[in-house]
């Protein structure tokens, strides 16, 4: 298994994988574009956040900033709204279904580490140490209203 697929499905990965990389830093770069469109450009923003997540729903919206790490783990049902600041440490997939509200300065994370720090290493083929890391999806159903400041952790479904 390639080291995202691992990611994807759960399993410990090696973060620093330059594939991983090279899929994060793309969306970062289109997290920063989105955050630079006037929040009066409607259009400009739906076609960003279209080309950003995995899905965006119909009349979904994301306030200004938004914060993520890939971007493309991410969906959006329809008629949701996501407030200003958000974070989603998105190395693992998030669901966020149609008709739901999330506060202004929500994060959602979907990536853990052991607890044990004699295991939060791995040793490469040649040598060098990485960082263990592991995800667990967060899916938030339809209809539901997560007020500002929440923090959802890995693993954790809301609704639905």
């Given at each position: 298994?390639?080291?995202?697929?691992?990611?994807?499905?759960?399993?410990?990965?090696?973060?620093?994988?330059?594939?991983?990389?090279?899929?994060?830093?793309?969306?970062?770069?289109?997290m920063?574009?989105?955050?630079?469109i006037p929040?009066?450009?409607?259009?400009?923003?739906?076609?960003?956040?279209?080309?950003?997540?995995?899905?965006?729903?119909?009349?979904?919206?994301?306030?200004?900033?938004?914060?993520?790490?890939?971007?493309?783990?991410?969906?959006?049902?329809?008629?949701?709204?996501?407030?200003?600041?958000?974070?989603?440490?998105?190395?693992?997939l998030?669901?966020?279904?149609?008709?739901?509200?999330?506060?202004?300065?929500?994060?959602?994370?979907?990536?853990s580490?052991?607890?044990?720090?004699?295991?939060?290493?791995?040793y490469?083929?040649?040598?060098?140490?990485?960082?263990?890391?592991?995800?667990?999806?967060?899916?938030?159903?339809?209809?539901?209203?997560?007020?500002?400041?929440?923090?959802?952790?890995?693993?954790?479904?809301?609704?639905?």
């Open positions: 298994m390639s080291e995202e697929e691992k990611q994807l499905a759960g399993l410990p990965y090696d973060a620093a994988d330059p594939a991983i990389r090279q899929l994060q830093n793309a969306g970062k770069t289109k920063l574009a989105y955050n630079a929040p009066t450009d409607t259009e400009a923003r739906r076609r960003a956040l279209e080309e950003m997540l995995a899905a965006c729903g119909q009349d979904s919206h994301i306030n200004q900033p938004f914060w993520f790490d890939f971007g493309c783990h991410i969906s959006i049902g329809d008629h949701s709204i996501v407030n200003l600041n958000c974070t989603f440490l998105d190395t693992g998030i669901h966020i279904g149609s008709f739901t509200l999330i506060g202004p300065d929500v994060k959602i994370y979907t990536a580490h052991p607890l044990a720090s004699a295991d939060r290493y791995r490469r083929a040649d040598g060098s140490p990485f960082l263990i890391t592991t995800t667990k999806p967060v899916t938030i159903g339809d209809g539901v209203w997560i007020g500002g400041g929440t923090i959802v952790l890995p693993g954790v479904t809301i609704g639905d």
